[in-house]
């Protein structure tokens, strides 16, 4: 008879402690997962409405699970793009200002002061050209001042919300593509020297990062909505090719080898090379006398 | 019928700053405006405490209308190695919101939830990195005139603000 009471009391038990509310500090319930199994719903048969939206992730996101797991050279990856002065093309200025912003994370990892706030007044030079300067000015204060003051997180905050910033007024003002574009372009440097750092110390748990299949679909479908004349350029065309190779790359197996690492990051370069770092620059220039990677140099486009 | 926006994250102790600047922002920009937008404040007030354990919230975001009851479906990208936290809320006073989240299998996934007051958050540690789906559902809660006239259902069926915000660390 006790054992039975044991038995039966011990499951209840648990459900108890396992469904029991426990209010936090704003006084809010908290209700654990109950014991009864996770649900399951069919995908393929959603009975709802699904969200249009991609949200795309910052680099910060992927850098955080890099740190956790090996110390990166982030110094290393900081390559800051050439002069922006010559570029008129709006689609290309919002690609660059991606990339800068990507940078900045880039820089944020590095607690590189000086980088940072180079970046945050290139990040302004760059919203001046797009007729956005008004909005990012005090982000770009910002992003000077918390890096002076090596908050980083401020920084992190600061250089999201100056990208956020960005495509919020350029959808406001209809722009939707070259919000898309800004987007595209922090992915494609954030990839890049993700697969950098990757391929240096290369392992499994490290090349998962880079399963993104649902993103590089959602860039692919973005650049074929793209509208003429922008989307017929040679160097979206240029671009949207890339996509299809990162693509075909991602999809070769289930589990993403060192080779397909080293093949993500020549495809990434040669996209950034169409608006952010100078065609044909050997990543060789980086290394420094003894091999080691040099600080943050400036490319010239 | 989903209309996107984003605003800002309230600081500890900044609330009530936050909320008079969003209506502000609501006087100047429109009803559809301030009415998505304030779906989202009540998100981001329910990640404030998280942000004190370290959590760092996007500025970027999800909202938009939905009917009572229709469960929404936001699809997102997740990092192994990192831990999440999904919030999202409604202002129509008296409805619930309830956020899930799925893998592609369509497993739900999350570690701790809690519904409550317009608000509503899951957290998430995910087992492999890739494409996982966030389901949301807002809905009235049926009133006695309403459960009188229709035999206890909910409310006609009529838009409600939504909003869906996420942290990391």
Do not use: C
């Amino acid at each position: 008879m006790f054992v039975k009471f044991q038995l039966i009391t011990l499951p209840l038990f648990a459900s108890v402690v396992l469904v029991g509310s426990a209010q936090d500090e704003n006084g809010t319930s908290r209700v654990t997962q109950t014991a009864g199994g996770p649900e399951r719903i069919d995908l393929s048969h959603f009975p709802g409405q699904m969200v249009d939206k991609v949200v795309v992730p910052i680099p910060a996101e992927i850098f955080s699970v890099l740190d956790k797991v090996g110390e990166p050279n982030w110094a290393g990856g900081i390559q800051m793009p050439g002069d922006d002065e010559k570029i008129r093309d709006r689609d290309i200025l919002a690609l660059r200002f991606g990339g800068l912003v990507a940078e900045g994370f880039i820089a944020v990892q590095a607690k590189s002061s000086d980088d940072i706030q180079k970046i945050g007044r290139r990040v302004l030079s760059l919203a001046e050209s797009l007729g956005l300067a008004d909005a990012v000015r005090p982000h770009s204060q910002s992003i000077i001042e918390s890096a002076g003051k090596r908050d980083w997180g401020k920084v992190r905050e600061e250089l999201d919300g100056t990208q956020q910033t960005v495509r919020s007024t350029m959808e406001k003002l209809r722009d939707d593509e070259l919000s898309g574009l800004v987007s595209l372009g922090g992915w494609l440097r954030g990839t890049n020297v993700l697969t950098e750092f990757i391929s240096e110390f290369f392992s499994e748990d490290k090349a998962e990062l880079l399963n993104q299949p649902g993103l590089v679909s959602h860039f692919r479908k973005m650049m074929t909505e793209l509208k003429e004349p922008v989307r017929d350029s040679p160097r979206m065309k240029s671009l949207a090719t890339g996509l299809a190779r990162l693509e075909a790359v991602l999809n070769q197996s289930p589990t993403i080898s060192e080779e397909s690492v080293n093949q993500l990051n020549l495809i990434t370069r040669d996209m950034l090379e169409e608006f952010y770092f100078k065609k044909g620059q050997e990543e060789s220039a980086r290394a420094g006398e003894d091999g080691a990677k040099a600080p943050a140099r400036e490319t010239e486009n | 019928m989903t209309e996107q926006t984003s605003a800002a994250l309230p600081k500890s102790g900044a609330n009530a700053f936050f909320v008079m600047l969003l209506t502000l922002l609501a006087m100047g920009s429109g009803l559809v405006f301030a009415f998505v937008n304030e779906a989202i404040s009540f998100a981001l007030e329910a990640a404030t405490p998280y942000v004190e354990q370290g959590f760092e919230v996007r500025e970027d975001n999800w909202s938009g209308e939905v009917e009572s009851g229709k469960p929404l479906l936001v699809r997102h990208q997740l990092f192994r190695g990192n831990e999440y936290w999904f919030w999202a809320g409604t202002s129509i006073p008296g409805a619930s919101v309830e956020v899930t989240v799925f893998d592609k299998k369509g497993m739900a996934v999350g570690l701790e939830t809690f519904s409550k007051e317009g608000k509503a958050g899951v957290r998430v540690l995910p087992g492999k990195t890739g494409t996982y789906y966030i389901r949301v559902i807002v809905t009235r809660k049926k009133t006695t005139e309403t459960a009188n006239a229709g035999g206890g259902e909910e409310a006609p069926s009529d838009s409600l603000d939504w909003g869906l915000v996420y942290g990391y660390r």
